[in-house]
């Protein structure tokens, strides 16, 4: 076994006790400090008794030298600041998503953890979760074939948030989703976004995203907060096959069909489209035994093995950085009624 590595939390509101608690579980770390302005909160996170130290200066916690890492889980517009102060001091850092509140804040702390040597990860947890790593693997190992489309769909009755619509509160679990899953990452040449606010709320309470995937696949999210029925569905229909992702079912969570539709002609004009006969596959369904396992329990122990492997992580502020780019792409082509609008390539810059 090799040495625990030492992390300290930063921010114990409403999720960095999920955090604390993950660290504290793993075999890979040595949990040293809980840090949040208010002390109350970080004591309460840890408990009576605890050997986990509390801090409330970022920068006294960042200048100890028994801290190898630290997770950032304080409010969106706090996080770059936060990991550009920690990368600056050698920390290793995994930020909860978003990676900061602007695409240029988030390409400077990519840049910035490239030029420390250091590894800087987001913490995008749904891919951390059996059913989507299981997705993952499939989708690489060619099993559902070519990608024709995905459709996702998460509504419920959500709080209509006071700083963001429902596009950035709700499509970047779905948009970080189809970057882990999409081979070579979430890199659409287009968005389209329509959104309806039928309550007056001033932003979008119902939105629509579509994107061009590779070759002539498409991508379509559905995001609302004003369903009374809860739905987390992702359908990925392959050449070969489809696989049915329903979060809410977990008996079931993940199903492939071996069912479709093949066209038997290749038609090249509509003569010929007209002629083609259309066969339908009627084959199995399977439903893949997945482990139960909570996703932050994985996401730390990758965390871990990025910084032993000297590798950057499964999803890493790269990833974090395309989610932010098409989320903006969403945001203007919604100003511009549905316009199909590509999304700025940051990392570019950066390579
Ligand atoms: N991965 C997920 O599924 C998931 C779920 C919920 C929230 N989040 C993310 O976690 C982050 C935190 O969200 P939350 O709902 O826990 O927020 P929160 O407001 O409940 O908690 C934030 C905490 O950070 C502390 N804080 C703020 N600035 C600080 C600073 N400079 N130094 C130290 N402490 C500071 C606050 O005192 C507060 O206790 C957000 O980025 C959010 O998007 C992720």
Not at 14 to 33: I, K
Not at 43 to 54: A, L, M, N, Y
Not at 192 to 197: E, F, I, K, N, V
Request: aromatic share 6%.
């Amino acid at each position: 076994m090799s040495q625990l590595l030492r992390v300290a939390v930063i921010g114990a509101g409403y999720w960095g006790p999920n955090l604390v608690r993950n660290f504290r579980d793993s075999v890979d770390w040595d949990l040293m400090a809980v840090c949040d302005l208010d002390e109350s909160r970080a004591r309460r996170v840890i408990g009576p008794r605890s050997t986990v130290e509390v801090e409330t200066s970022v920068d006294r916690l960042l200048a100890r030298e028994d801290v190898d890492a630290v997770a950032i889980a304080t409010p969106a517009r706090t996080h770059a600041p936060i990991a550009l102060r920690a990368l600056d001091a050698g920390k290793h850092v995994v930020v909860e998503k978003p990676l900061a509140d602007n695409s240029d804040a988030a390409a400077a702390m990519v840049a910035a953890a490239d030029e420390a040597g250091r590894v800087l990860m987001i913490d995008h947890t749904y891919c951390y979760t059996p059913a989507v790593q299981y997705i993952r693997k499939v989708i690489a190992e060619g099993v559902l074939g070519e990608l024709l489309y995905v459709d996702s769909v998460r509504i419920n009755l959500g709080l209509v948030q006071p700083d963001v619509d429902v596009f950035w509160d709700l499509a970047p679990h779905d948009l970080s989703i189809l970057d882990f899953i999409l081979p070579g990452g979430l890199v659409p040449r287009s968005v389209s976004a329509t959104g309806s606010d039928p309550l007056g709320a001033g932003k979008a309470c119902v939105g629509y995203l579509s994107m061009p995937l590779a070759r002539d696949g498409i991508a379509h999210v559905a995001v609302n907060w004003l369903s009374p029925t809860k739905i987390r569905q992702f359908v990925i229909g392959g050449s070969r096959r489809t696989l049915l992702w329903d979060d809410l079912n977990p008996a079931q969570r993940v199903s492939i069909f071996d069912r479709g539709v093949d066209l038997n002609t290749q038609a090249r004009d509509a003569r010929q489209r007209e002629a083609a006969t259309v066969s339908y596959r009627l084959g199995d369904i399977t439903v893949p035994a997945l482990p139960e396992r909570e996703a932050l329990a994985t996401m730390v122990e990758e965390f871990a093995a990025a910084i032993r492997e000297r590798r950057r992580p499964l999803t890493d502020g790269r990833a974090g950085l395309r989610v932010l780019s098409v989320l903006r792409a969403v945001s203007e082509s919604l100003e511009r009624e549905g316009s199909p609008t590509r999304p700025a390539q940051p990392e570019s810059a950066l390579v």
